[in-house]
């Protein structure tokens, strides 16, 4: 695959070659690829009329559909950059990551304008508004509006870039703090797809259901038409199963990325119904670590020569590491302890194991490495590795190592590496659990106590401040109607970490309703939550 300077050259590229190939399916609407090349140049000029240039910092708060891939790809072809961000975060952090991205231009839907008034958005720095939809009460010229601006002509050049020029701030979902603005080039981009590419084999001509909406910018360099289902990107864990089953079936979906919480829910329903997806290639879950239950349950729907893959990564650096769900039910049964084995990095990406530290590292050195086998912090770098935070000088401090001329992005997670190459995921660095007497990681200690057939997942968090904290699992049951449990279940948790030096000591047990999870993918548990109310129940 060339990597022209902008990405979206691919478009341009494919739009000729394959006219009438579609390029998104959605309930809005739907686009070939010339239309989708010829509409995002429209768009292009008529934004360019705005005043929107190259650089100039863009939110976009859009549903997914036709607008949102039209607008996407027009401010790529000016050279703008990005501003993406979740919506589900909160009108708190919407605003500090609004006002920390210095937006210049605000596209968005009649309700974001609303709140960016309502709360002073980026006050100080916008200039520049359009909405999409009917009601302009807030928000400048319409899509509708811009697109006439832009004139009837169909050619428009792509602003040349370079590999290292800005495309996107994209944020984190704040799982562990304030979301943080994830500078990606256009280098990253291309990488990031090509990886995705050669790595899990994409085909020109798939067909990708694309639950998570900012992966579908992918598909046109990958030659795949995209899937927009019905549904609210903000709950995947939330999903009709129905509506994601209906969308595989009526387009022939070969490829899919799901949420642990999405495939969960999906998954159940269709075991019960004795569903089969039989077009389906390979399925792609991340987001948080996904447990042998839900890769049992969703394997069931798919045919004899699919599976389900869970790559390892961050908005930081995507993708990191890859494994197939055969080979997880493989360790499932020994594993119980040992964290989540993630798999052997992704050609072309590197990553290192380095000793544990809350402090800033300036600078690589070896002496930084542990032996292999033994845990510490992992540290990844490649040309999908991203080398700063917008704005953030702390958290550049904190989370890039210099090395000569190259970055190397700290992940803020702790594992190790077995003897075959394969990376363990052990669990977030700041959500260790220490006490005077030792450190207790949270995935290892969980996946003994997970395997209680009434247990559907569990939390190790750590009431009080290190190193004097106490040890606490919190446990959401399978059954949500008996979410209290009894003091014979308790028992029966507990008494699997009887056998297990590593949670010997965890002697409190709560259990909790429903876990407060991440906006983006319904599946990374907020622990420092989850701590605070274990904290408020034990006082």
Request: aromatic share 8%.
């Amino acid at each position: 695959m060339s990597r022209p300077s902008n990405i979206a050259e691919h478009l341009s590229i494919l739009a000729a070659e394959q006219p009438s190939q579609p390029a998104l399916i959605s309930p809005n609407g739907a686009l070939t690829f010339h239309e989708l090349d010829t509409r995002s140049s429209r768009c292009a000029r008529g934004l360019k009329h705005l005043g929107i240039q190259r650089d100039t910092r863009t939110v976009l708060m859009l549903k997914p559909g036709v607008d949102f891939l039209i607008l996407t790809f027009a401010l790529i072809k000016i050279g703008a950059i990005l501003v993406l961000v979740d919506p589900g975060m909160g009108w708190q952090n919407l605003g500090k990551c609004l006002g920390e991205s210095k937006a210049q231009a605000f596209i968005g839907i009649p309700l974001a304008h609303a709140a960016r008034m309502l709360f002073g958005w980026a006050r100080e720095t916008l200039r520049i508004c359009v909405t999409a939809g009917r009601v302009r009460l807030w928000g400048g010229p319409s899509v509708h509006q811009v697109m006439r601006m832009g004139g009837t002509g169909e050619g428009f050049t792509p602003q040349p870039l370079a590999v290292d020029d800005p495309a996107a701030i994209v944020f984190t979902s704040g799982s562990t703090g304030i979301p943080k603005g994830v500078v990606y080039t256009h280098g990253m981009f291309s990488s990031q797809a090509c990886l995705l590419r050669d790595h899990f084999g994409i085909e020109p001509g798939e067909i990708d259901l694309a639950t998570f909406p900012l992966f579908a910018l992918f598909d046109p360099v990958l030659r795949v038409t995209t899937v927009f289902p019905e549904m609210d990107f903000t709950q995947p864990g939330r999903v009709d199963p129905l509506e994601i089953i209906n969308s595989i079936q009526r387009y022939k979906v070969t490829h899919m990325f799901g949420s642990p919480a999405l495939l969960d829910r999906v998954g159940r329903y269709g075991e019960r119904r004795g569903i089969t997806l039989p077009t389906i290639r390979r399925v792609l879950s991340a987001g948080a670590p996904v447990s042998a239950k839900i890769l049992k349950c969703f394997s069931r729907l798919l045919g004899p020569h699919a599976d389900i893959h869970t790559p390892y990564g961050a908005t930081e650096a995507l993708p990191v590491c890859s494994i197939s769900g055969r080979e997880v039910l493989k360790e499932s049964g020994t594993a119980q302890g040992k964290g989540v084995c993630v798999g052997r990095p992704i050609g072309g990406v590197h990553l290192a194991v380095i000793n544990i530290t809350d402090e800033p590292i300036r600078s690589w050195s070896e002496d930084l490495l542990v032996p292999a086998g033994e845990i510490g912090e992992l540290v990844v770098w490649g040309a999908n590795v991203s080398r700063e935070y917008f704005g953030r000088p702390e958290a550049n401090n904190l989370a890039k190592i210099q090395a000569g001329q190259e970055v190397r992005h700290r992940m803020g997670d702790l594992g190790y590496l077995d003897q075959r190459g394969r990376v363990w995921f052990c669990g977030r660095k700041s959500q260790r659990v220490i006490t005077r007497q030792r450190t207790f990681l949270t995935v290892p200690c969980e996946g003994i106590f997970n395997q209680h057939p009434e247990v559907h997942r569990s939390a190790l968090v750590g009431v009080g401040d290190p190193p004097y904290q106490r040890p606490v699992l919190c446990v959401e049951l399978e059954d949500k109607r008996k979410w209290k449990g009894s003091e014979q279940l308790k028992q029966e948790i507990l008494a699997l970490g009887i056998s297990h030096p590593q949670t010997r000591a965890i002697k409190t047990l709560l259990f909790h309703p429903s876990f407060p999870v991440d906006v983006r993918h319904n599946a990374k548990i907020f622990r420092e939550k989850l701590a605070l109310w274990a904290g408020e129940q034990l006082s």
